[in-house]
């Protein structure tokens, strides 16, 4: 972390990895369910280096996956696809935004 508490880097290493060794990377979620409280208590952490457009990215795939685990969870399929289609809108409208700025 730097003077302001704001990570310089973040590096994981899962057992399983057939590299061995720490991976790097520039943002992660994480999530648990307090089954008792009935809510959700999130860790969310990102880099300095992470831009807004690999920010989005981000999202967008992490949206997608959470509506996959969702399915197979619930075989709510039509569910699914409805946060699968909010995942594209949000999406699109970032690109949307990103063009009106860089024109700008």
């Known amino acids: 972390m730097d003077e302001n508490r704001i990570p310089?880097?973040?590096?994981?290493?899962?057992?399983?990895?057939?590299s061995g060794k720490p991976q790097k990377s520039k943002a992660m979620m994480l999530s648990f369910w307090d089954g008792e409280e009935k809510t959700a208590l999130r860790v969310d952490i990102w880099t300095k280096k992470m831009m807004v457009d690999e920010m989005a990215d981000f999202f967008y795939q992490t949206m997608m996956t959470m509506a996959d685990t969702y399915g197979r969870a619930t075989h709510h399929e039509d569910i699914v696809n409805d946060m699968k289609k909010s995942a594209k809108e949000f999406y699109q409208k970032f690109r949307e935004k990103q063009m009106k700025e860089s024109k700008a």
């Not at 310089?8 to 057939?18: F, M, R, V």
């Open 8 to 18: 310089e880097g973040i590096l994981w290493n899962a057992t399983d990895s057939i």
